[in-house]
């Protein structure tokens, strides 16, 4: 045998350790194990003890902090207390009041319940424990270094403080960071907890200074919803509020309640989003790309959407005991869940903004006499929120030759899906006919028409017959697409059916400056066009001031949601055959997804099998994306169905369809629009869903108020 062989070598022999006995661990040192676990920095102390303050009942936490909560950490409660005989024992490992059985485990209400906080502090710092239940005579102190419990002078409540964070571990205390940081840190602890309960008060002192302080809401029976809206204005900033929506959804058994950001008040980092689950806040995957679902077509580039949201759940239904700081949890039906946060921001950003905008600035004005011209303030507020009138319906053909643009047939685009397409859309003759009777029935809408109350009833009814699926249908052919539209036998190319324009006297409300009343004419959120820009704005007045409309990413937005209500969720993405199928080398973990996902992907239009043990061919692509890459495209699929529900996936790669056909099918720049079309355009704007934003999420209008066309003339000074 060779000498220098591993095995006989007497260096490696000496090199090998000694084998030690198993034996059991100090409790000393199990302590200072789990502080690594629950006691990552300041914070997390400061965190584990708020979390007790209000399961205690508190109304009123105070934190103290010395050195960004290194030398000191104070927090004061008015809760409960704790009882004189109970206090050694809260120092104990996995001591709690909080669960007794199984049971209780699985159905954990409360935001502490490991048992092992105050264990795990008091073995890397030097802990006190100052307490006073109710009809107790005295406080009493325990210090958890020498065990000595002795009467104190105190409040009904309890205080805990903490000095020298990590004065046994010397090494753990090297990686904090500044004081700063860790104050940082430490108030994002308690502004997270401030945000889901705003019934709390919350006060933080740094060295001896107030920084942060976020009174309770008042007890007089305010509305939780204000009371919430109030907590969030004071924590994130008055901004937030009045950049977001009320979000109130039921789905099942679990209902989501908060405020979600409108897209223009998207950030480049996420650091508005917070969920909470049962009022505990948690980081949870299944939660933010919920969120993000909702945001996918409203939201520009990689901007990211600002939300609180609030689920509320069986606790039975989700295991918060995953994770020592328990900020992750696990959900039984993750998809339940899922659909509920999506569902919920959906809805809440679906209604248009506009007369929400319009009704704002009015109420502003109302306070502040002066700030709108005399024709604003004569319309009444409400007026903001009545229906659209019947513009004259003008069909309109977006593919033709004009300003020298290239005439573009889109019928190829459109065929796979026209047999999706309800008939009201696919074949909107018999509409447009019945729209054009009843228009003339109803009379043009026109500044002294509108104040006979009558015929403006008559104008509402019947715009409303006109709209399928509750959709407005004032552009009837460019809502139902190209292929619908009338063509030529030789060459299928459109044929331009424009209704000659009305002089404007007759068909529009009256402009600024006419003889007619300006305090006859509806206010309508969008205001009254006035001009086109550079074929590709359109201007127009409202009681506010002025709005700039991008009529591509308008009419874009229009068409998108008209397809997504006219497909059946059931029905599949026509396929395209590949002549040779494109074959790449998949991991197994793909292979097994094309396996189990085989319906899936048939939905989705595409075919996808095995070539070989490692290997998948591509026989089917969709239609409209023949001309892609259809290896990338397949990796992108399996990926996405790896991770996600698949019914999330089918709804993601149908929308992106149907947006590429939308943003086809809408009407060009350079595209010159009467009136009458820009009026038309305006007025369905009010009444689609997300038409505040294109598809690629870029903003379809604009509105610049009187007072900022002031500032910017220096009227006035």
């Known amino acids: 045998m060779n000498a220098s062989s591993p095995d006989t070598s007497p260096a490696s022999t000496e090199a090998l350790p000694s084998r030690r006995p198993i034996r059991d661990l100090p409790d000393e040192l199990i302590s200072q194990i789990a502080a690594g676990e629950v006691v990552e920095r300041p914070a997390s102390v400061v965190r584990e003890l708020v979390d007790n303050a209000l399961d205690a009942g508190a109304r009123q936490v105070t934190v103290r902090l010395l050195a960004g909560g290194v030398r000191l950490i104070a927090v004061e ?121 705003p019934d709390v008060g919350f006060a933080i002192w740094h060295e001896g200074k107030l920084v942060e302080q976020w009174r309770a809401a008042a007890a007089d029976g305010t509305d939780a919803e204000a009371a919430l809206a109030r907590r ?55 939660l933010t790309h919920a969120a993000r679902a909702a945001y996918e077509d409203v939201l520009h580039g990689n901007r990211q959407p600002v939300y609180a949201l609030y689920v509320e759940i069986d606790p039975a239904r989700v295991d918060v005991n995953v994770h020592p700081t328990k900020i992750e949890v696990r959900f039984r039906d993750s998809r339940e869940v899922h659909q509920a946060v999506r569902h919920a921001i959906e809805n809440a ?12 600035a009015a109420q502003e004005a109302a306070r502040q006499p002066g700030l709108i011209p005399e024709a604003g303030q004569a319309a009444a507020p409400a007026a903001a929120k009545a229906a659209a009138p019947a513009w004259p319906q003008t069909r309109m053909a ?22 999706a397409v309800p008939a009201a859309l696919a074949a909107p003759d018999a509409a447009t006919a019945t729209a054009e009777e009843a228009t003339a029935a109803a009379s043009p809408v026109s500044a002294p028409a509108v104040a006979d109350t009558a015929a403006q ?87 506010q001031g002025m709005v700039v409309v991008d009529m591509h990413a308008a009419h874009e937005r229009i068409v998108y949601e008209q397809l997504k209500n006219a497909i059946n969720g059931d029905d599949r993405i026509p396929s395209q055959p590949l002549l040779i199928p494109a074959t790449f080398a998949a991991t197994p973990e793909e292979v097994a997804t094309a396996e189990a996902q085989g319906e899936t992907l048939l939905t989705l239009g595409m075919e996808i099998s095995p070539f070989s043990p490692k290997t998948l061919a591509v026989r089917a692509v969709p239609a409209t994306l023949a001309q892609g890459d259809a290896v990338e495209l397949a990796r992108s699929v399996l990926a996405e169905l790896a991770q996600h529900d698949a019914s999330t996936v089918v709804q993601r790669a149908r929308n992106e369809i149907l947006a590429t056909m939308a943003c086809h099918g809408a009407v060009r720049a350079n595209r010159k629009l009467t009136l009458d ?18 598809n690629h999420g870029r903003p379809t209008w604009r509105q610049m108020t009187l007072k900022e066309m002031d500032a910017l003339f220096l009227r006035g000074r």
């Open 77 to 197: 409660d008015d809760g409960g207390g704790i009882p004189r005989d109970e206090l050694p024992v809260a120092l104990r490992r996995h001591a709690t009041s909080k669960i007794a059985d199984l049971h209780d485990l699985e159905t954990v209400a409360t935001m502490g319940f490991r048992g092992e906080a105050l264990a795990a502090i008091a073995s890397v710092s030097e802990a006190s424990i100052l307490s006073r239940p109710a009809g107790q005579e005295s406080a009493y102190l325990l210090d958890a270094r020498s065990g000595e419990l002795r009467p104190a002078a105190r409040n009904q409540g309890t205080t805990v403080e903490v000095k020298e964070l990590f004065f046994s571990t010397p090494a753990r205390r090297k990686f904090l960071k500044t004081d700063a940081t860790e104050l940082a840190h430490c108030i994002e602890a308690v502004r997270r907890h401030a945000l889901a309960r």
């Open 349 to 360: 950003l679906a209604a248009p903004r506009a007369a929400a905008v319009v009704e704002a």
């Open 457 to 543: 009833e008559n104008a509402e009814a019947a715009a409303v017959k006109l709209r399928p699926s509750g959709q407005a249908s004032y552009f009837s052919a460019a809502a139902a697409g190209p292929a619908a539209m009338p063509r030529t036998a030789a060459t299928g190319t459109p044929v331009v059916e424009e209704a000659p324009p009305a002089p404007l006297a007759s068909t529009a409300p009256a402009l600024a400056g006419s003889a007619e009343p300006d305090n006859a004419a509806p206010v309508w959120p969008l205001g009254r066009a006035v001009a086109q820009i550079h074929g590709v704005y359109i201007l127009a007045e409202n009681s």
């Open 232 to 286: 969030l204005s004071d924590v994130l900033g008055d901004g937030f509020v009045e950049k977001s929506v009320t979000v109130d959804h039921w789905s099942g058994a679990v209902h989501v309640t908060g405020r979600a950001g409108i897209p223009d008040a998207a950030r480049s980092r996420p650091d508005h989003q917070f969920c909470y689950v049962n009022g505990r806040f948690v980081r949870d995957k299944v």
């Open 398 to 419: 977006f593919g033709e030759e004009r300003a020298g643009h290239t005439v573009r047939d889109l019928a190829g685009l459109w065929a796979p899906m026209r047999e």
């Open 677 to 694: 079309e820009m009026n038309a355009l305006l007025r369905q704007m009010e009444v689609t869903e997300r038409s505040d934003q294109c």
